[in-house]
């Protein structure tokens, strides 16, 4: 697969169409991310359903962190997912796994329910991780999908992540997911 680096975002051609990750523009994108939120298959998971107030206090921090980059994904133009790129060994989420130096986190969601179920979240998540990996000098790629959430981790596994157990955080039971670049196959990684 060709990528391009362009000033709008990054492009990449998927069997579902051209994917674009864009930083998250706050004033022009958060309705649309708020009626992500207020979705119920959403809701139960990210816990930012109500008043467009709960979203933007969590906006505002993920953009006032030094760690932490949020992105709105576009299928065709489409708005149609979230990401926030983080880096996993300087957030609390390193407490409870052993972290390496430089992991990448990735927390993501799929808006439109149009897109869920048919694939296109791996597709996804693997070309995110492959694309975090190839910004920085990290090899891994962490996630930490609530346990409850199985197409969360059937999306993740299918990508190429493994499971590495049950971590008890502060606000949910999940199941670290890891996408480890040494471990990827040479053939794999070119592809």
Request: aromatic share 8%; proline share 6%.
């Amino acid at each position: 697969m060709t990528t391009l680096q362009t000033r709008a975002g990054w492009l990449l051609p998927t069997p579902f169409g051209r994917f674009e990750l864009d930083q998250l523009r706050p004033l022009k994108d958060l309705a649309v991310l708020h009626s992500w939120m207020n979705d119920p298959e959403v809701a139960a998971f990210w816990d930012l359903a109500g008043p467009r107030e709960v979203l933007d206090r969590h906006i505002a921090a993920v953009l006032s962190s030094a760690h932490s980059e949020p992105y709105l994904g576009r299928l065709d133009g489409e708005a149609m997912s979230y990401w926030e790129l983080y880096q996993a060994d300087q957030d609390p989420l390193a407490d409870y796994y052993t972290a390496r130096r430089g992991d990448v986190g990735i927390h993501l969601l799929i808006g439109p329910g149009s897109f869920r179920g048919r694939g296109v979240g791996s597709t996804l998540i693997r070309a995110v991780a492959d694309w975090a990996l190839s910004r920085t000098a990290s090899t891994r790629v962490v996630s930490e999908p609530d346990l409850r959430n199985q197409r969360s981790i059937r999306a993740f596994t299918n990508a190429g992540f493994e499971a590495r157990g049950v971590l008890e955080l502060p606000d949910k039971q999940a199941m670290l997911m890891v996408y480890d670049r040494t471990l990827i196959p040479e053939t794999r990684r070119a592809g």
